[in-house]
């Protein structure tokens, strides 16, 4: 390649801007964490309320999470769940895999969610050898932290869902 042809395609690059991230505004709103997950066929009660940025390598999947500092909460009757201050993992339609910063309790162990996945009307979560199943209904209102889906305050009957299905060892 000729040293003409080798300052044309630098310029280029130097000049063109790099793929829009979802992160940034579009048109006169930004779009949010989200409604990332709703692009991705999730719904956003997957993460907690209080997330004040995340980033997206679109061309990965690669995504983090931030919260302002880590987050736990009790579903009522089931399961303890720990949000780190910063959320990563992989997504694509129907798949969040590669998770890193978010636990669950069960019975009196933490396991870490790994992986969640749409199938229809439902969401699964996996700790690895173990998984369980939930409408996808349970996850139409944002939980929030200290005090999950069960606060006190006059929030919408959704809020008041329960979440009980015992995780199952899966045959992988």
Known sequence: MS????????????????????????GDEAVTAY????????????LPE?????EL???????RARLNGSCGFSL?????????????????RD??????GVKVKVLLFWFDIVEVLRYGDDIEFSVGIASASFPLENFFVCPRCGC????????SPIRKLRLKSPFSVSSM
């Not at 003409?4 to 505004?25: E, G, K, Q, Y």
């Not at 409604?35 to 997957?46: A, E, I, N």
């Open 3 to 26: 040293l003409t042809a080798c300052l044309i395609v630098s310029a280029f690059l130097l000049l063109t801007p790099p793929p829009p991230a979802f992160s940034s505004a579009i």
């Open 95 to 100: 798949k969040l895999t590669r998770l890193k």
């Open 57 to 63: 390598d679109q061309s990965t999947g690669k995504f």
């Open 76 to 92: 009522e009757g089931s399961y303890q769940l720990n949000y780190k201050s910063t959320i990563s993992g992989y997504i694509s």
């Open 35 to 46: 409604d990332m997950l709703g692009h991705y066929h999730f719904p956003k009660g997957l």
């Open 50 to 54: 209080g997330v004040i940025d995340y």
């Open 148 to 155: 999950g889906l069960n606060c006190d305050d006059s929030l």
